[in-house]
């Protein structure tokens, strides 16, 4: 929060927290948080730093894998 107060919501330096954040999230067992705030940093980052950056690239991956990691949770428990 205060990166986003004192850079501004789509700063690299913001970016490259909320990122950081996504994955303590993620490692701690709040995929579903980590998800979303991924989600929220990868579009920023597409919009800042543009979809080629590896920044953007990285989060995307992560992002990727942790929304199959999820999806395949949500299956095993309907069946």
Known sequence: EAS????GVDHPD???SMGNL???WHLAG???????LMQQCV????????????RTASSFTAL????KEADLHTSNRTV
């Open 22 to 24: 996504a994955v303590t």
């Open 43 to 54: 579009a920023l980052q597409e919009r800042k730093l543009g979809p080629d950056h590896p």
């Open 64 to 67: 990727a894998a942790w929304e």
């Open 14 to 16: 913001t970016l490259t």
């Open 4 to 7: 986003k107060t004192k850079m």
């Open 30 to 36: 709040r995929v579903r948080d980590a998800i979303i």
